[in-house]
């Protein structure tokens, strides 16, 4: 069974700072990896994914994340924040196959800006 | 939300009650699914749909029940709605086919609140 962990439930960062936002994977065959963000009140959005190819994914809004297998890792990080990022962000997971279209998700990661 | 419709958005209902929500999309995706939000928990998968009247359940699927009987809705009911089933509800739908493996969109949720 595929899973994944984020490290730390909150995380706050001053504005202009690096964010960084831990994910780490569990999965027994390569898996596809996503970062979604979810604004107050608002449903998910796709920030990036890793499927294939290049292991440094750019997104939207200047984040971007890297798949390194040999960590089981698929950190995001944005070189400097802005208030607008202020949201909580999930990594998921799933497994290479398209017959399987479950995704599973870590358990969120609050980002707070200070001013 | 590429056409993704939640309703209603917000109930308060009593235990013991039936519920059911109800996703719209207008896309013409194949799969659908239902997750629940809850604190500490991210986003856990409820039941799923792979086509018309075929849906699957996912991990925590004790207690509700899923129907779709045409491409463009499925339903999520609550038998007997227990204080338990309190949490945000997200439909979510695959697709665009151009974003590629396993995209999931998201609709805007259905808090329910079970008194």
């Known amino acids: 069974a595929q899973s994944v962990t984020q490290l730390g439930s909150h995380v706050s960062v001053s504005e202009g700072a690096l964010v960084l936002l831990r994910c780490n994977y569990s999965?027994?065959?390569?898996?596809?990896l996503f970062w979604y963000v979810q604004y107050p009140n608002q449903g998910l959005q796709l920030l990036l994914k890793?499927?294939?190819?290049?292991?440094l994914v750019k997104g939207i809004n200047g984040f971007e994340a890297e798949f390194k297998k040999s960590e089981t890792s698929f950190h995001l990080t944005k070189p400097s924040a802005h208030m607008s990022d202020a949201a909580e962000y999930f990594c998921?997971?799933?497994?290479?196959?398209?017959?399987?279209?479950?995704?599973?998700f870590g358990t969120g990661t609050r980002l707070t800006i200070i001013p | 939300d590429a056409g993704i419709t939640q309703s209603p958005r917000h109930k308060v209902t009593e235990t013991g009650t039936p519920v059911t929500l109800r996703c719209h999309q207008t896309?013409?995706?194949?799969?659908m699914y239902w997750y629940r939000q809850d604190p500490g928990h991210g986003l856990r998968l409820i039941h799923y749909?792979?086509?018309?009247?075929?849906?699957d359940k996912g991990e925590v699927s004790d207690g509700y029940s899923v129907s779709r009987s045409k491409t463009e809705d499925f339903l999520l009911t609550l038998e007997s709605a227990t204080s338990s089933q309190t949490s945000v509800y997200f439909c979510?739908?695959?697709?665009?086919?151009?974003?590629?493996?396993?995209?999931?969109?998201f609709g805007a949720g259905s808090r329910l609140t079970v008194l």
């Open positions: 998921a997971v799933s497994d290479r196959n398209f017959g399987n279209e479950k995704l599973t």
């Open positions: 979510a739908a695959r697709g665009p086919v151009s974003s590629g493996a396993n995209v999931l969109t």
């Open positions: 749909s792979y086509g018309v009247k075929d849906t």
């Open positions: 890793y499927t294939t190819g290049a292991t």
């Open positions: 999965s027994s065959v390569p898996p596809y």
């Open positions: 896309e013409n995706h194949r799969y």
